[in-house]
């Protein structure tokens, strides 16, 4: 059953939400360089008692292009802004003690030359004063969770016994491989004789301040994740995937508990597919979760679900939103999330164990909903053009925080009585008001329209500052990645600055896109690209048709999946008078065989490159890069595994040399996949510039001359 939820607009929110008005003539267009100046908040934690909240600020060090993190903690009820509570620079993950009076938190001590080293867990008095290191170990330690009585912090770290900080000179740096998954985007080469296991340590130091001895808690060849204490303080909950070589089956992550002081695990749920964020009631006598269950045949697009568990060993789940058809969890794509120092959020119980809230996904749109326990029943708690990143509540789940961000704010804490049928949300920060009081921001126009067979697609558009329905202008399309990731309210950075150089701005949430039920997020499967790359035309043609953009200077951009829909697009249409591709793969059996994930479940092809020949070069832009003739440029990560150069733009570049097309190549040393959203802040504003530089030389016909063979 599909529920159109999200739709009304709640103005005082809104409201809440816009920067400090200032006369229209004192007001100037966002630049990019104004990332430079922006404030990130990240995973926001209320106090047990409801009365502060700590979070994370991230900010920007430009003479040392990095970004840094530091705890600041905000009275919950307004009463005063947020003070620092910490000096940084690489401080994260702040957890209360169950009494209030102590925060752990992990801090990564800045070394010579201004790297960070191993993160470890201290300890913080509330009041505040001198932070105390509680572990010293070899490979770190990180996501700190306290007891129920506060005496012991669990925590993971991938540290093995006899482990020395000291590096091993006579170590040999040859990796022998033997899984097919060996390395990650953002993370390098795994360690195969390393796993994430759980460990603990006594949350105080002896009479003498001798810091306490940690000790492990899991053991063996899995790793362990998502770590909560049973409310009685007696055994610890995760999830892990208990299979050597799970990319030989579809996903499937588990719910365990093992005893605190450690010994034999025992499984407390399985469903046919992977168990996710989760969290105890209470009383300790359920468990709900975020599971994503698999399908047969299996699909591309698994839409996950809420359930719930009792905490008994191998207990049966109830999926409690089996007839919701929105995304649970979920979220929404954008460049603005905190570039470090988490996310934090996840699923808060109420006072009388009857329901949960957890943020949900639905049309461009993630907010908060009430969901009972009983019946599954789904009643709205924040509602408008929003997007819900994180939240938090205080002990008795009456307080509630939550960092909102929408399309013209980057984010902010707001919090609300969660005891009330729905959330009256006051501001508690403003964290960007100042850089923001003299930027011109424009709020995108809401759009549906119909696709080629008559599905309606979803999108937005982004009009310049001082737009004139009666004048020309050129266009970009922003084509999100994913591939099912979808656009929505939230701020993209990207957006707003190509809008201030004198375009307007489509994005839209073509076939594929999350948020919009179980079966439109898959129809592109075993089809991708395809009527996707139609419904983005259709969207195209639905904005020229009124009478405010120049057909002859279209362009055309996006990373990641967008990057493939850039590449297919130009390959399929004449119509883009310009192109930047960026993170992109051109040839999908290349991808097969050297993206850090694998594709040996049939999600996206029915076999292998061997075996669907055809089908593989059918979808792939190089086979058909002879139909080229748009100026294109390619931006890549040089350290990107997920989408390797050698896939995408390198054979792009180098095919449309041969044939004597425009063609750039960007590419950026040292940079991940996440470019985009957490990459230096350097290379990000010259990211910025290069792509904006591309369509102002073809769509605007401002040559720096900076794109020139030389």
Known sequence: M????????????????????????????????????????????????????????????????????????????????????TSGPFDTSPRWSPDGRTLAFVRAVEKEGGKSGKAQIYLLS??????????????????????PDGATIAFTTSTLPGDTTEEDPKKSDVRVITRAVYRSNGGGYYEPDRRDHIWAVPASFDATGERPLPYQVTVGNFDEENIAWSPDGARIYFTSTRVLEPYYTPSDADLYAIPSKGGDMVQIASIDGEIEAFRPSPDGKRIVFIGTLNAAPLRSYNQPDLFVTDTMPESTPRNLTADYDFDLGGGISGDQRAPRGG????????????????????QGRANLQRIRLTDGRIEAFTSGNQDVIAQSASADGST?????????????????????????????????????????????????????????????????????????????????????????????????????????????????????????????????????????????DEVVKRGYIDEKRIGITGGSGGGVLTNWAITQTNRFAAAVSQRSIADWAGFWYTCDFSLFQPVWFRGTPWEEQDDFAARSAITHIANVTTPLMLVEGESDLRTPAGEGGEQMFRALKYLKKPVVMVRFPDETHELSRSGKPSHRVERLQHIVGWFDKYLQGKDSGAYDVR
Request: aromatic share 10%; glycine share 10%; charged share 20%.
């Open 2 to 85: 599909t529920r159109r939820i999200g739709q009304v607009v709640f103005a005082c929110i809104a409201a809440s939400l816009t920067p400090v008005a200032l006369h229209a003539a004192e007001k100037r267009s966002i630049t990019e360089k104004d990332i430079l100046q922006f404030k990130w908040i990240g995973d926001p934690q209320v106090s047990p008692d409801g009365s502060r909240v700590a979070f994370v600020r991230v900010v920007v060090n430009e003479d040392k292009d990095r970004y840094e993190t530091s705890l600041f903690v905000v009275p919950a009820k307004g009463s005063a802004g947020p003070r620092p509570f």
């Open 126 to 147: 509330a009041d505040g004063g001198e932070a105390r290191a509680l572990t010293e170990l070899a490979k770190g330690a990180g996501a700190p969770h306290w007891s």
């Open 343 to 362: 996310r934090g959020g996840g699923i808060i119980w109420n006072r009388d164990g009857k329901s949960v809230l957890v943020t949900t996904t639905a």
């Open 400 to 540: 509630l925080v939550a960092l909102v961000s929408t399309a013209s704010n980057v984010g902010d804490l707001f919090v609300a009585d969660a005891r009330k049928k729905a959330a009256e949300l006051k501001q508690l920060t403003r964290v960007n008001d100042a850089p923001f009081a003299g930027l011109d921001i424009t709020e995108p126009e809401e759009i549906w329209y119909d696709s080629f067979d008559g599905t309606k697609i979803h999108g937005w558009i982004l009009k310049p500052p001082g737009f004139d329905a009666s004048k020309k202008y050129p266009m970009i399309l922003e084509v999100h990645g994913g591939p099912h990731i979808p656009y929505g309210y939230s701020f993209t950075h990207e957006f707003l600055w190509m809008a201030a150089k004198g375009y307007v701005v489509l994005y839209t949430n073509p076939r594929g896109s999350s948020s919009y039920g179980q079966d439109f997020g898959n129809l592109i499967q075993f089809a991708y690209p395809g009527d996707d790359y139609k419904d983005l035309m259709a969207g195209v």
